[in-house]
Structures are given as C-alpha cells and as structure tokens.
C-alpha cells in the first residue's frame, strides 16, 4: 500500500514536515539514518524556547510526539536510490523499496572538514562553524578564523564582534588590499603561516602549532567548510542544485518544491545560511505544501 508521503531524513526540518503531514490525516513514512549535521555539540542554540538543549533530545522528542499519530511511520535505515514513475519508489540499503505520491527530501548535508591534526575530534565543541549557534559561549576569548575560502575573510569581520580575532591563512593567499584594510580596521590579526596541528585538553581548544614551530594561544576556531549533499537521492530524481555559498543547494520555490512536480526539499539542503530554526520553518512550509498538493489534487481549476 504507497503511502501518501515518504521523507527522507528525521531530524529538524523531516519530522517538522512529516508532523504536518500526518496532522492533515494522511499517511507518511520517515526514513531516517539518525546522524543529524549537529550531532557533535551538546547543545543547540537560538531554536525557541528550547536555546541551550541537547540537540539529539529534542529531536527524540519530536519523535516521540510525532509517534503518537496513527498515520506515521518510521524507518530506521538508509534511503539510496529514487525513482518518479506513477508514483515515487524510494530504495533501501536492504533493497526493499517503498512507495509513495509525494516524497519529501530532507536529508541534511555533510561538512567536509579540512585535514588539520586535532580539528575533526574538536568539531563542534571549540572548532565551529557559526558565531550565533556558538559564539556567545566564547565571548572575549581568543578566537581565531581558519581560511578555507575566501568567504572566510568576511567570517574573521563577523566573528571580532564577539572577540579578538586571527585571520589564519594557513599558507594560503593574502587577501586583496580593500579587505586587509578592513580587517585591520576591525583589529584582526592576520597570521600567514600554514598550520601544523590544533591541540589542547580534551576537546578544547588552547594552542594553533604552526609549520614554523610557533604555538598561538587560541580559544576557538571558526570555519565555514564545503559541504554535500547526503546522498544522490535529489540527482537521481533530476532535480536541479545551484552552487551556494558553502556547496550545492537543491533549488526550490516558496513551497519548498523542487523542480520536479511532487518531489519537495527541506532543511540544509535547499537553503543557506543553515539553523534548526530555518530547518523546522522549511519542514513546516514543505508538510503544508505536501498537503495542500494532495488535498486539492485533481480539482477544476
Ligand atoms: C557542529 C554543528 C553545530 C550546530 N549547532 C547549531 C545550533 O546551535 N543552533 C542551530 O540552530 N543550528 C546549529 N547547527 C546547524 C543545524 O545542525 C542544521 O541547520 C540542522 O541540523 C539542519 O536540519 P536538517 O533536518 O536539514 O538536517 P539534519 O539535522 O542534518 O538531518 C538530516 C537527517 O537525515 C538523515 N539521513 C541522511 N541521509 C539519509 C538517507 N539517505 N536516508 C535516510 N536518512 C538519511 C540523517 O541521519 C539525519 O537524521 C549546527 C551545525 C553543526 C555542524
């Protein structure tokens, strides 16, 4: 029996779609692999009213809220492969596949982290990417920008609101003459030399080794790194990406629809800048666009 909506992904923008979906009383499967981008930090800041939460209990909440309606169902696997025929088939790992009249792509993004000693275990506890999800925490310490693009100019101009600030270029080109200008008007720092290895107690963050054999005391590194999409699924199915800032960005109107009819993207990957706040909005935006699709489907126009 297809189901009314399949969506792929149960984390923030997944299950906000998929709560709409199912408080339409139409059916709705959830796929997920249960690895949402925010996995690494304790907590969450700036969703409403849940600022400072363990990101992963707030997603078992929504869960076991969602839960609670008859129309839902869960998935724990991985979605690979999809395919618009009468309606949409959505493969499993275990080969099964699954159907449904409306499918909803809300599998979140990877970041793709340099490959600097000691950055990965320190991802999202004192390497971060953005300063209103963790910045406050870190105010007036001794913060640093690792250049990975030259977005990361811009990145250094931002984050000194929040405290002194290096601009790490790691070996990498000076920027132009109008932005180091700038950057010396905001007080950056700026340190050419290419990096050996972060290091410091546990996951914190208290020394920048340089190639040059010197240590920089640092508190806090920031990065804003490339991404991609977590799996083929959006390609497999044609829908156009554009090129966002940090990766590709699968393109949607105001509905949150894709470019194919009946296939809807929510959360990282169809937006940028990223939040679980903006997540949740678009899952909610997508659920409604799904209903809404199904509830006036075939009518005179
Ligand atoms: C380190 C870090 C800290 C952050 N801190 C904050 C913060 O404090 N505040 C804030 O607002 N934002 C924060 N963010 C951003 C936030 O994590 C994202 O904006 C948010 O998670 C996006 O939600 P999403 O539902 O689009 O994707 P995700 O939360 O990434 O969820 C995608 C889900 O899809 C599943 N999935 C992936 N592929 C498949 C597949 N093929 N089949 C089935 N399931 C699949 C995954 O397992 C996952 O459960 C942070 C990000 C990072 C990297």
Not at 13 to 28: K, P, Q, W
Not at 44 to 67: E, V
Not at 182 to 196: F, H, K, N, S
Not at 205 to 234: C, E, M, Q
Request: charge should be negative; hydrophobic fraction near 45%; proline fraction near 6%.
């Amino acid at each position: 029996m297809p189901f009314d909506a399949i969506v792929v992904g149960g984390s923030f923008a997944g299950l906000s779609a998929a709560t709409y979906i199912a408080r339409g009383r139409r059916s709705v499967c959830v796929i997920d692999t249960g690895s949402p981008r925010n996995r690494f930090a304790a907590a969450s800041h700036g969703f409403f009213g849940q600022d400072g939460s363990d990101p992963r209990a707030m997603i078992a909440q929504a869960r076991a809220q969602l839960a609670t309606y008859p129309q839902v169902t869960f998935v724990a696997g991985e979605a690979t492969d999809a395919c618009v025929g009468e309606d949409f088939t959505v493969t499993l790992a275990t080969g099964e596949t699954l159907h449904a009249a409306r499918l909803v792509l809300a599998h979140g993004i990877s970041d793709v982290l340099p490959d600097l000693p000691g950055l990965a275990q320190r991802w999202g506890k004192s390497v971060l990417h953005c300063p209103y999800c963790h910045g406050y925490e870190f105010a007036e310490r001794k913060l640093g920008v690792l250049a990975v693009s030259p977005l990361s100019a811009h990145q250094a101009l931002l984050i000194a609101e929040w405290g002194p600030t290096t601009l790490y270029l790691d070996g990498g080109a000076m920027p132009d003459e109008a932005t180091c200008a700038r950057l010396v008007q905001r007080g950056i720092e700026i340190e050419p030399a290419a990096l050996a290895a972060l290091s410091g107690p546990g996951e914190t963050l208290s020394g920048a080794h340089l190639t040059d054999g010197r240590t920089v005391a640092i508190d806090a590194l920031y990065l804003a790194p490339r991404s991609r999409l977590n799996g083929p699924l959006a390609e497999r199915l044609g829908c156009v990406l554009d090129e966002g800032p940090f990766g590709p960005v699968i393109r949607t109107d105001a509905a949150k629809l894709t470019t194919v009819v009946g296939v809807y993207a929510a959360g990282d990957i169809a937006r940028a800048p990223h939040s679980v706040s903006w997540a949740v909005a678009d899952g909610v935006t997508a659920g409604v666009s799904v209903h809404q699709s199904l509830a006036f489907a075939g009518l005179a126009a």
